[in-house]
Structure formats: structure tokens, C-alpha cells
């Protein structure tokens, strides 16, 4: 009889670039206003624990308090935020970072644009699962062609929210109702 052997699962590369991002934050300090230019939110984290250090390495800068993992785990654990398993864990992550504030920065934008890919995935297949199951009326985008300039140029009169901007080309469809 023999045996397989399971290798452990490697980390997601979304989690290993938060566990980047985090570890830099607690080992830099970064200033308030560079974690700002960022655009990263703890609601950008998908480990909790990821997101409630970013949380507060930017409360910290926020407040004019020098981020290093020393301040984040001290408030934390005094706050009853941090387990002695999360302590370790941030205090890992802080010594093991290999960013200098470039890095950091290039980090931080990857991690950004890959937050956006994703959502942008998850809204896309939201949409086409939408539409697969026949939930589209295109009753609902309804329009009249008040001016009608020549075959390809027009104005349209929508109601609002239609999410048609200028230049952008749409199909007629013609109804009698």
C-alpha cells in the first residue's frame, strides 16, 4: 500500500504581498501622507490580521506617532486587538522585511492594481452571470433620439444614471411603444 503525500499549499502571491506591505509599513514607519498616496485600505486585506495592522500603522501615522512594529504590537496587545499569536506574527513579518521605501512604494502599487483586478473580475462575472440567467431588459435603457445630426451623430435624451458618456457609441434598436 502506499501513501501520497500532501505538500502544504502554498500562500496565495495576493496574501505573500500583503504579508510585503505590512512587514515594510511596521519596519519603515512610512509617513502619513505616503501611506495616503497609496490608496491602500485595511479593506484591501484579506488576512484580518493584515488588515487591522495596516489599520493601525496608518492611525499611528495619522496621530504623528512614529510607526515601528514596537508602537503597533504595544497598542494592539494594550487595546486587546492583538493576540500573543498575532504579536509574534507582526514581529516576524517586521524583521524578515527586505523593502527599502521604493520598494515599499512599488509593493504597495502592485498590491493596489491587483486589489483592482480583482474586484474588477468579481464585478465582471457578477455581470455575465446576470445576463446568462436572461436578467437584462433593454427596456430599461430606454432612450429618445432628439437630435438626429446625420447616420452616425446624434443626441440622446436618457434618463439619469444610464452610465453612457459622451463619445461613446450605442446600438439603436427601434420599438413601437
Given at each position: 500500500?502506499?501513501?501520497?503525500?500532501?505538500?502544504?499549499?502554498?500562500?496565495?502571491?495576493?496574501?505573500?504581498?500583503?504579508?510585503?506591505?505590512?512587514?515594510?509599513?511596521?519596519?519603515?514607519?512610512?509617513?502619513?501622507?505616503?501611506?495616503?498616496?497609496?490608496?491602500?485600505?485595511?479593506?484591501?486585506?484579506?488576512?484580518?490580521?493584515?488588515?487591522?495592522?495596516?489599520?493601525?500603522?496608518?492611525?499611528?501615522?495619522?496621530?504623528?506617532?512614529?510607526?515601528?512594529?514596537?508602537?503597533?504590537?504595544?497598542?494592539?496587545?494594550?487595546?486587546?486587538?492583538?493576540?500573543?499569536?498575532?504579536?509574534?506574527?507582526?514581529?516576524?513579518?517586521?524583521?524578515?522585511?527586505?523593502?527599502?521605501?521604493?520598494?515599499?512604494?512599488?509593493?504597495?502599487?502592485?498590491?493596489?492594481?491587483?486589489?483592482?483586478?480583482?474586484?474588477?473580475?468579481?464585478?465582471?462575472?457578477?455581470?455575465?452571470?446576470?445576463?446568462?440567467?436572461?436578467?437584462?431588459?433593454?427596456?430599461?435603457?430606454?432612450?429618445?433620439?432628439?437630435?438626429?445630426?446625420?447616420n452616425d451623430t446624434?443626441?440622446?435624451?436618457?434618463?439619469?444614471?444610464?452610465?453612457?458618456?459622451?463619445?461613446?457609441k450605442v446600438d439603436?434598436?427601434?420599438?413601437?411603444?
Open positions: 500500500m502506499s501513501a501520497i503525500a500532501r505538500l502544504p499549499q502554498r500562500p496565495s502571491p495576493l496574501l505573500e504581498t500583503e504579508a510585503k506591505l505590512v512587514g515594510a509599513a511596521l519596519h519603515l514607519g512610512p509617513a502619513s501622507s505616503v501611506l495616503a498616496s497609496m490608496g491602500v485600505t485595511a479593506e484591501d486585506f484579506s488576512d484580518p490580521l493584515l488588515a487591522k495592522a495596516w489599520q493601525a500603522v496608518c492611525r499611528q501615522a495619522e496621530a504623528g506617532v512614529r510607526v515601528t512594529h514596537e508602537t503597533v504590537i504595544h497598542a494592539g496587545t494594550r487595546l486587546g486587538r492583538l493576540t500573543t499569536e498575532e504579536s509574534q506574527r507582526l514581529e516576524l513579518l517586521a524583521s524578515g522585511n527586505t523593502l527599502d521605501a521604493k520598494g515599499f512604494r512599488t509593493v504597495a502599487e502592485s498590491f493596489r492594481l491587483e486589489r483592482l483586478r480583482v474586484r474588477v473580475g468579481q464585478a465582471l462575472a457578477t455581470e455575465v452571470q446576470r445576463l446568462q440567467q436572461g436578467d437584462f431588459d433593454p427596456a430599461a435603457l430606454a432612450a429618445t433620439l432628439t437630435t438626429r445630426t446625420d446624434g443626441v440622446l435624451t436618457v434618463a439619469s444614471g444610464h452610465g453612457i458618456t459622451t463619445s461613446d439603436f434598436y427601434w420599438t413601437d411603444r
